[in-house]
């Protein structure tokens, strides 16, 4: 009895050493197989985890299975498994090289640059509006005088346009500035000066405060060599203790002798603004007739560029500042004026035509 099991056993470990040959050598012939036929790196790699995996690749799978064979049976088969590994292992590297070297050859000639070409054709390239380099070359100068350079909401709110600024809904001041307002929205409006963001800087930095806001205003406007209904200012604002009238002339004078060299005529004459008190225009000598009169300055030699005036206490208050204790100045430079001024152009509407027979002159 005991014989006839031990045969059994026999029997069955030869069947599972030549079961596992057999195995052995279809699973390099397989795989040599797909490794050939292998068209890219990414294929290249799922299929040597595939193989050779750790845990569940084939050849793993099948040494699992030396355990039922004999030790002579095990070193024989393992042996032949360490052969079949090593072809792999071969096969696959020889294979790597092989897409490494193609898609290489496919990069490089892709990137190729043809280093006999006498000269490279040159593109054309864009540069900043002249309202970008004059309102550029303004921040440089306020920031060396130690201003912050803020912006606002271009579609702004009622308040913030008018209210907060001292032009209640029943102020006549209203009136002079024909206004875009929001269908439908009658709270909102195009903002018609970059003022509106006085009262925001004081709200959100509080005081001592030295900003300025460049920015594009609207205004429904009768179109002329002057006047344009999309138009760029730049607006200043000085808030500390005991400002004076003289230090906003000193900033203007600094500006215009910025931009048109030192000595350009400043004169300030009185003027109404409702948000500051007492107000000024700030005018220059006119670019064009050098103050003799024409039809840009409407013949008065005079250009008025840089209005201002001393920031009036109901604006003070609205930014939750004590005009008892500090005062403060506001200027809104038309910096499409001053644009016009430093580069002899006698007309707005020139600057938001998109002509680039006009912008490619700067």
């Known amino acids: 009895m005991f014989g006839t099991f031990a045969a059994v056993v026999e029997i069955n470990y030869k069947f599972f050493y030549f079961s596992m040959i057999d195995k052995l050598v279809q699973l390099k012939e397989s795989a040599l197989r797909e490794i050939g036929a292998t068209k890219s790196a990414g294929e ?6 595939k193989l050779l995996g750790r845990k569940s690749g084939e050849l793993t799978l099948l040494l699992k299975g030396l355990k039922n064979l004999s030790d002579e049976e095990k070193k024989s088969a393992g042996q032949l498994a360490n052969e079949v590994k090593g072809a792999i292992e071969k096969a696959l590297a020889a294979k790597k ?3 490494m070297t193609g898609e290489w050859k496919n990069s490089l000639e892709k990137e190729r640059v043809d280093v006999t070409q006498p000269a490279l054709p ?9 309202n970008t380099l004059v309102q550029k070359d303004l921040e440089d100068l306020f920031t060396s005088m130690g201003f912050m350079v803020l912006d606002g909401p271009e579609l702004e709110s009622d308040y913030y346009n008018f209210t907060a600024v001292n032009i209640p809904p029943e102020h006549p001041a209203r009136d002079m500035q024909d206004t875009f307002y929001i269908k439908g929205h009658s709270d909102w409006v195009l903002r018609t000066h970059t003022s509106s963001v006085q009262v925001r800087a004081m709200q959100k930095y509080g005081v001592p405060l030295r900003a300025i806001v460049p920015g594009k205003c609207y205004r429904n406007e009768a179109t002329d060599p002057r006047h344009e209904h999309t138009f760029y200012q730049l607006e200043g604002i000085v808030i500390d203790k005991n400002i004076s009238f003289a230090h906003m002339k000193g900033v203007m004078q600094a500006v215009a002798d910025h931009l048109f060299g030192v000595g350009t005529e400043l004169r300030l004459m009185p003027k109404f603004y409702p948000f500051v008190e007492p107000g000024v225009r700030g005018e220059l000598t006119c ?10 300055c409407k013949n008065t030699g005079w250009l008025e560029v840089m209005p201002g005036g001393m920031i009036h206490p109901n604006v003070l208050r609205e930014g939750g500042v004590d005009p008892k204790i500090y005062s403060g100045f506001a200027f809104g430079f038309g910096l499409t004026r001053l644009v016009m001024l430093k580069y002899g152009i006698e007309d707005v509407r020139h600057l938001e035509s998109g002509d680039l027979r006009f912008i490619k002159q700067f």
Request: with cysteine; hydrophobic share 30%; proline share 4%.
């Open 44 to 49: 290249l790699e799922q299929l040597e985890i």
């Open 287 to 296: 670019f064009l007739c050098h103050g003799k009169g024409c039809r840009v």
């Open 97 to 99: 090289s092989e897409l």
């Open 122 to 130: 040159v593109e054309e390239r864009g540069h900043f509006h002249p």
